[in-house]
């Protein structure tokens, strides 16, 4: 009992909090559910980026729910990345259940079902708000990264942009940016190359084939305009609170290229968009990554930096990230390391590679006086997680085993006609999926080649014209002598004269 005292105690110390903080559950010691004994985030430090892991089945998607849920209640903005197109539901109220009923009176919180206010997106073909970027936002750094490029091609790329830079040849979409690749190795190699020096042929094919290759993954409708503004992220619904953006992405997962390109624009045009805000006491947007295994199993050395570079700096901003993923290995150490809130749900050991990451994944957590983790692991139940945050001072909690709360919203899909219910009521949907094709670098520099090739056209006639002008100008005289009317007649006299 005294054992249990305790334990409730360092509970209760270790997740107080002064200021705002959201509730994931009640904490658990043994199979006991501590009724009270609350598990509360601060929101002083949402900020900190966090990891929420498990093996299938285990309830990371659910938890992931909860905490939308929760932030969106304290006025927090929400973006969650849905690659397995389950996170609709929190646009419905749950329909309620009796084991639901049952869990929120082992932790002592009441169950509210609710519905939250969803904006659904899109990058690809599926119904929703689109999310565009142009070639020009992206950047030379940035796109060279995506692409893979050697540093010599990479050369090339600034020299690009530059010269559209120089001669306001706007860079919208992938069409226009093979525009000028082929352009500065053809039409145009003369121009650029007298003002920004040599351009390899071979490099430029090496680039436009990796554009290419980003296109079949269906970039081309994620490239272009009218490019979306992130602070539309940010906005709160009539009743203050915070819009939950649902990206749909269950058509890309074949296609982890266009899903890192669009990671990485969308964080920097964050961080390169949010001013700096120090140590905020809430953060002014939260996003969830699902699957978040797919970002870093693809992506190149110089995206991982780039990543992690953003990683790093973006919570200045009051931005915080969560990976959602099946096992902590999956996130590079040097990412893993900036994490201040970790929620493990149960890991499996099939195999001894199994068992041998459990215990590295339990040297993720403090050491506890009331639990031994690496078992823990392989024993919590669905709906269970161990957790270990930052209290409101940046010092680590307790590691608590903790039942979590139920969603509030509804834990399934939308049909598709209760989806497109939510589309229709967008309030930015029409300005973004708007068609717009403004003259940019394609159209210009194919009225450049028009125009060159006219005069080209122009100048041949002239030159044809001047020969035929000479030719009329001719001393009528000289040409009665020298036509071959007159020849024939002169030789015809002179053979006459000779027989004689």
Same mark, same amino acid.
């Given at each position: 009992?005294?054992?249990?005292? =305790?334990?409730?105690?360092?509970?209760?110390?270790?997740?107080?909090?002064?200021?705002?903080?959201?509730?994931? %559950?009640?904490?658990?010691?043994?199979?006991?559910?501590?009724?009270?004994?609350?598990?509360?985030?601060?929101? $002083?430090?949402?900020?900190?980026?966090?990891?929420?892991?498990?093996?299938?089945?285990?309830?990371?998607?659910?938890?992931?729910?909860?905490?939308?849920?929760?932030?969106?209640?304290? %006025?927090?903005?929400?973006?969650?990345?849905?690659?397995?197109?389950?996170?609709?539901?929190?646009?419905?109220?749950?329909?309620?259940?009796?084991?639901?009923?049952?869990?929120?009176? =082992?932790?002592?919180?009441?169950?509210?079902?609710?519905?939250?206010?969803?904006?659904?997106?899109?990058?690809?073909?599926?119904? /929703?708000?689109?999310?565009?970027?142009?070639?020009?936002?992206?950047?030379?750094?940035?796109?060279?990264?995506?692409? /893979?490029?050697?540093?010599?091609?990479?050369?090339?790329?600034?020299?690009?942009?530059?010269?559209?830079?120089?001669?306001?040849?706007?860079?919208?979409?992938?069409?226009?940016?093979?525009?000028?690749?082929?352009?500065?190795?053809?039409?145009?190699?003369?121009?650029?190359?007298?003002?920004?020096?040599?351009?390899?042929?071979?490099?430029?094919?090496?680039?436009?084939?990796?554009?290419?290759?980003?296109?079949?993954?269906?970039?081309?409708?994620?490239?272009?305009?009218?490019?979306?503004?992130? =602070?539309?992220?940010?906005?709160?619904?009539?009743?203050?609170?915070?819009?939950?953006?649902?990206?749909?992405?269950?058509?890309?997962?074949? $296609?982890?290229?266009?899903?890192?390109?669009?990671?990485?624009?969308?964080?920097? !045009?964050?961080?390169?968009?949010?001013?700096?805000?120090?140590?905020?006491?809430?953060?002014?947007?939260?996003?969830?990554?699902?699957?978040?295994?797919?970002?870093?199993?693809?992506?190149?050395?110089?995206?991982?930096?780039?990543?992690?570079?953003?990683?790093?700096?973006?919570?200045?901003?009051?931005?915080?990230?969560?990976?959602?993923?099946?096992?902590?290995?999956?996130?590079?150490?040097?990412?893993?390391?900036?994490?201040?809130?970790?929620?493990?749900?149960?890991?499996?050991?099939?195999?001894?590679?199994?068992?041998?990451?459990?215990?590295?994944?339990?040297?993720?957590?403090?050491?506890?006086?009331?639990?031994?983790?690496?078992?823990?692991?392989?024993?919590?139940?669905?709906?269970?997680?161990?957790?270990?945050?930052?209290?409101?001072? %940046?010092?680590?909690?307790?590691?608590?085993?903790?039942?979590?709360?139920?969603?509030?919203?509804?834990?399934?899909?939308?049909?598709?006609? !209760?989806?497109?219910?939510?589309?229709?009521?967008?309030?930015?949907?029409?300005?973004?999926?708007?068609?717009?094709?403004?003259?940019?670098?394609?159209?210009?520099?194919?009225?450049?080649?028009?125009?060159?090739?006219?005069?080209?056209?122009?100048?041949?006639?002239?030159?044809?014209?001047?020969?035929?002008?000479?030719?009329?100008?001719?001393?009528?005289?000289?040409?009665?002598?020298?036509?071959?009317?007159?020849?024939?007649?002169?030789?015809?006299?002179?053979?006459?004269?000779?027989?004689?």
């Amino acid at each position: 009992m005294a054992n249990k005292e =305790k334990f409730v105690d360092l509970i209760a110390q270790g997740y107080k909090s002064k200021g705002d903080s959201i509730t994931l %559950g009640a904490a658990m010691l043994g199979d006991e559910t501590l009724t009270g004994s609350l598990v509360n985030i601060p929101l $002083k430090t949402i900020n900190r980026h966090g990891l929420i892991s498990g093996a299938t089945g285990t309830g990371k998607t659910k938890t992931l729910q909860v905490f939308a849920e929760n932030l969106s209640e304290n %006025g927090i903005p929400v973006l969650l990345m849905d690659l397995k197109g389950d996170l609709s539901g929190l646009a419905k109220p749950s329909p309620g259940h009796p084991k639901i009923d049952e869990r929120h009176e =082992k932790i002592g919180i009441p169950f509210n079902a609710s519905k939250f206010p969803v904006e659904i997106l899109t990058i690809s073909e599926q119904n /929703g708000t689109r999310l565009r970027a142009t070639v020009s936002e992206f950047g030379p750094v940035l796109l060279s990264r995506i692409l /893979g490029l050697s540093e010599v091609q990479e050369g090339i790329l600034a020299i690009l942009f530059q010269y559209c830079d120089d001669n306001k040849l706007g860079l919208l979409d992938l069409k226009d940016f093979k525009k000028v690749l082929q352009y500065a190795t053809q039409e145009g190699k003369a121009e650029i190359e007298s003002t920004y020096g040599r351009i390899s042929t071979a490099s430029t094919g090496a680039i436009l084939r990796k554009i290419v290759t980003l296109e079949q993954q269906g970039a081309d409708m994620f490239f272009g305009e009218r490019s979306f503004d992130v =602070k539309d992220l940010c906005r709160l619904s009539d009743d203050g609170r915070g819009v939950i953006s649902v990206l749909r992405l269950t058509d890309i997962q074949d $296609k982890p290229q266009m899903f890192s390109t669009f990671m990485l624009q969308l964080l920097a !045009e964050i961080y390169s968009s949010f001013p700096e805000l120090g140590d905020s006491d809430r953060p002014e947007l939260v996003l969830f990554i699902d699957e978040a295994h797919v970002v870093f199993d693809n992506a190149s050395k110089s995206l991982l930096d780039q990543l992690e570079s953003i990683v790093k700096l973006i919570r200045s901003k009051g931005i915080g990230i969560y990976f959602v993923t099946q096992n902590p290995k999956d996130i590079p150490s040097d990412v893993l390391s900036q994490l201040g809130l970790k929620i493990q749900h149960a890991l499996r050991a099939f195999t001894a590679k199994d068992r041998k990451a459990i215990k590295l994944a339990a040297e993720n957590y403090p050491d506890s006086d009331y639990y031994e983790t690496s078992k823990v692991l392989t024993e919590l139940g669905i709906g269970e997680a161990l957790v270990s945050a930052l209290n409101e001072k %940046g010092i680590p909690t307790p590691l608590v085993k903790t039942m979590l709360r139920a969603p509030m919203s509804r834990m399934d899909v939308l049909t598709d006609s !209760e989806l497109e219910q939510v589309i229709d009521k967008s309030d930015i949907a029409e300005r973004y999926n708007e068609v717009i094709d403004s003259e940019s670098a394609y159209e210009i520099l194919n009225k450049k080649i028009q125009t060159v090739q006219k005069e080209v056209e122009e100048k041949k006639k002239t030159t044809t014209k001047s020969k035929s002008s000479s030719r009329s100008t001719i001393n009528p005289m000289i040409k009665v002598l020298t036509s071959a009317t007159f020849i024939r007649g002169v030789f015809g006299i002179l053979n006459k004269v000779f027989k004689k």
